[in-house]
């Protein structure tokens, strides 16, 4: 049995990433944040297909101390280069998106389907390359707002914490 790109890229992922992010939106002034991303599968049986995903982010040098943004989900392949995503944040929000992954499973590039509970949102983007041997991980983040056009809002820079 081969493996498809999209699994290729749940497996490059696996793992708890941290590192260092920029934010940046026309509403709010520029700022800093640390961020830590885990990608985990939820047993031996499910490997092959999803994985739940936790984000947590903090004030720099507060990590522990003064959270930021927090999210949990669950990541699955729908298909050989098909992702569906799907978040809860803490602002009690669900976002649905789906992605696309590259023929080699180092890159994923997601667009929301849809909100739950969060009324100013019209859409995000997020694009999450990897680079499995030396252990980096990139996360960019765009959002629409009723006021705001697609906008880029986050990047972050991790490295490689832990293979899980």
Known sequence: MSTTPCQKFLQNILGTWEG???GEYPTMPNFAFGA???YKRVSE?????FIHTSVESWKPNKKGEIGMHYE????????TNELEWGLAHNFAGTEATVGTVNDDGTSAKFKSTG???VSYLT???RELTVDAASGKLQDEFWMSTHDTPMTHHLSV???RAAKL
Do not use: D, L
Not at 45 to 49: D, N, Q, V, W
Not at 72 to 79: A, E, L, Q, R, V
């Open 20 to 22: 260092a992010g920029a």
């Open 123 to 125: 859409g995000t983007k």
């Open 36 to 38: 830590k991303s885990e």
């Open 115 to 117: 909100f739950g509970n």
């Open 45 to 49: 049986k499910t490997k092959a297909h």
């Open 72 to 79: 949990n989900g669950f990541m699955k392949c729908s298909g």
């Open 157 to 159: 820079k991790y490295n």
